[in-house]
């Protein structure tokens, strides 16, 4: 059985940081892209981060470029997203997810997270 499970969103003061993980069960990391994706209330759900399954590579979202950054703990099976320099803007639930590549788009991704809030206050 695959489950991803989100943890550290919180409420946040503009410019401030936070560090979000998934911790992964079921599956190999070295099989799948991992993805961080997020959907702020009223909007449809969009990546955020993914890291590629075969270089190992990671793309962003454009309005995320030099303030989050992806990585990942393949011996724990553990992802986790480091978010600096927080918009108002940038408040939604964030859901990891194991899609089959980084082009898959969400309404294809068979494994998710719950999410975890992030709030970002102004």
């Known amino acids: 059985e695959v489950q991803l499970v989100e943890s550290g969103g919180g409420l946040v003061q503009a410019g401030g940081s936070v560090r979000l993980s998934c911790a992964i069960s079921g599956l190999s990391f070295d099989e799948y892209g991992i993805v961080w994706f997020r959907q702020a209330p009223w909007k449809e759900r969009e990546g955020v981060s993914c890291?590629?399954?075969?270089?190992?590579?990671?793309v962003y979202k454009d309005s995320v470029k030099g303030r989050f950054t992806m990585f990942s703990d393949n011996a724990k099976n553990t992802v986790s997203l480091q978010m600096n320099s927080l918009k108002p803007e940038d408040t939604a639930v964030y859901y990891c997810?194991?899609?089959?590549?980084?082009?898959?788009?969400?309404?294809?991704?068979?494994?998710w997270g719950k999410g975890t809030l992030v709030t970002v206050s102004s």
């Open positions: 997810a194991v899609p089959a590549s980084c082009l898959t788009p969400p309404e294809e991704v068979v494994h």
């Open positions: 890291i590629d399954s075969n270089d190992g590579s990671t």
